[in-house]
């Protein structure tokens, strides 16, 4: 079990389908061996790294669509061989001073507060218009799953607080819109939380998993 944990990180659900354990008693074995949290590892060498600041005062509101988080992750794409972090022919100096532009992808999430159910889209910019049309899709996808919006939580780049799309799209909606307090970005932890796992289970799955000697291409973009 811990050698899988180590291998492949994946959590006790995960873990318990490959080994064909209860997830209960993936987690107890974990536990008791002392295993570091998924949160706590880097997700491309697995190496512990110290965990992030959180707040104490946690919170789930009552109802599906009482509070949507929103926020977008800047993944830079990821070239054939599966770039310098993962090919070992590579290295960071040599990747900056590569003439190849892979430019990069911004995904945008959206996380109901109470039910967790999420939206996600990979798009070329973080551009006022394209958060607000973001939005509006996902408003869309959350009302027709229960969730209708009432209440959007965002934190304080431009395109969320200077945007000219946004309020109108926030009135249709007859939503509110929260900012988080500047530099607390676990004030918005349930999409930084999703992006992480976007991150880990999706966008660098595969160099997680290849071995180092060994890279594998993965043409995400």
């Not at 974990?30 to 005062?57: C, F, H, Q, V, Y």
């Not at 090919?87 to 967790?116: E, G, K, T």
Request: charged content about 30%; overall charge positive.
């Amino acid at each position: 079990m811990l050698t899988q944990r180590e291998r492949h990180r994946e959590g006790p659900a995960d873990l318990g389908a490959r080994t064909s354990v209860h997830p209960r008693s993936v987690s107890r074995i974990l536990a008791r061996a002392g295993m570091p949290k998924l949160w706590e590892l880097d997700s491309i060498t697995g190496e512990r790294i110290r965990a992030g600041r959180a707040t104490g005062n946690r919170y789930e509101h009552k109802a599906p669509g009482d509070l949507l988080h929103v926020d977008v992750k800047k993944l830079g794409r990821i070239p054939d061989g599966g770039g310098w972090r993962a090919d070992p022919a590579q290295n960071a100096r040599n990747h900056r001073s590569s003439d190849r532009r892979i430019c990069f992808d911004y995904v945008h999430v959206a996380v109901d507060d109470h039910s967790r159910l999420a939206y996600a889209e990979a798009l070329p910019d973080e551009k006022g218009p394209t958060c607000a049309a973001f939005l509006a899709r996902a408003a869309v996808f959350m009302a027709a799953n229960g969730a209708p919006v009432k209440r959007v939580m965002t934190d304080n780049a431009w395109a969320y607080r200077k945007s000219r799309e946004l309020p109108g799209l926030l009135q249709d909606l007859g939503a509110k819109h929260k900012l988080i307090k500047p530099r607390h970005p676990w004030q918005n932890g349930k999409a930084e939380q999703f992006n992480r796992t976007l991150q880990e289970g999706w966008a660098y799955r595969p160099p997680t998993l290849q071995t180092r000697n060994a890279p594998r291409p993965w043409p995400r973009g």
